[in-house]
T-cell receptor, first 111, second 112 residues
Framework: KNEVEQSPQNLTAQEGEFITINCSYSVGISALHWLQQHPGGGIVSLFMLSSGKKKHGRLIATINIQEKHSSLHITASHPRDSAVYICAVGNYGGSQGNLIFGKGTKLSVKP | SQTIHQWPATLVQPVGSPLSLECTVEGTSNPNLYWYRQAAGRGLQLLFYSVGIGQISSEVPQNLSASRPQDRQFILSSKKLLLSDSGFYLC???????????FGPGTRLTVT
């Protein structure tokens, strides 16, 4: 079993729909990251959170530490939101600070 | 502001040939530096990280090596490429351990 599981693997939505992508993890973490990978491959960090909820524009990320679960929501989705969304967890208690990544959720938003 | 550069953007190399990918960061000092690989159909995997000049930690035994000859330069190398080395290689930096990581544009490597 992977330490970081994302669902769904693929998601197709119509423009304007509310989108939710889920991430579950099985290890102890210090923080969880949501990343966006565009078709060209470039990766942008969207959120880093260790508790509660963060909002940036139409994007909202939540985390429940007790349930080891995080969600990424996109309100009023747009075709430019089409990308792969990657969840990653980090445990920074050690010296490494490395991240463990999910396999990503491929989102396609149709006009 | 800080920027991170990687080159080349794409590379096609034959099996057995050497490899050198370079990553540089501008606008910050003594960053943590990371090399990741994303193989087809798989998630990102950390290959190497560095907390300072000459300090390299390897996460996965493999055909690759990394070096940090200068504070803001991180190099990924191989003496002889394997087919399984094909993938998308990403460099990233952070201010320190536990901080948000910022990714470079990546290098797509195809080993033929």
């Amino acid at each position: 079993k992977n330490e970081v599981e994302q669902s769904p693997q693929n998601l197709t939505a119509q423009e304007g729909e509310f989108i939710t992508i889920n991430c579950s993890y099985s290890v102890g973490i210090s923080a969880l990251h949501w990343l966006q990978q565009h078709p060209g491959g470039g990766i942008v960090s969207l959120f880093m959170l260790s508790s509660g909820k963060k909002k940036h524009g139409r994007l909202i990320a939540t985390i429940n530490i007790q349930e080891k679960h995080s969600s990424l929501h996109i309100t009023a989705s747009h075709p430019r939101d089409s990308a792969v969304y990657i969840c990653a967890v980090g445990n920074y208690g050690g010296s490494q600070g490395n991240l463990i990544f999910g396999k990503g959720t491929k989102l396609s938003v149709k006009p | 502001s800080q920027t991170i550069h990687q080159w080349p953007a794409t590379l096609v190399q034959p099996v057995g040939s050497p490899l050198s990918l370079e990553c540089t960061v501008e606008g910050t000092s003594n960053p943590n530096l990371y090399w990741y690989r994303q193989a087809a159909g798989r998630g990102l995997q950390l290959l190497f990280y560095s907390v300072g000049i000459g300090q390299i930690s390897s996460e996965v035994p493999q055909n690759l090596s990394a070096s940090r000859p200068q504070d803001r330069q991180f190099i990924l190398s191989s003496k002889k490429l394997l087919l399984s080395d094909s993938g998308f290689y990403l460099c990233a930096w952070s201010y320190a351990t536990g901080y948000e990581q910022y990714f470079g544009p990546g290098t797509r490597l195809t080993v033929t």
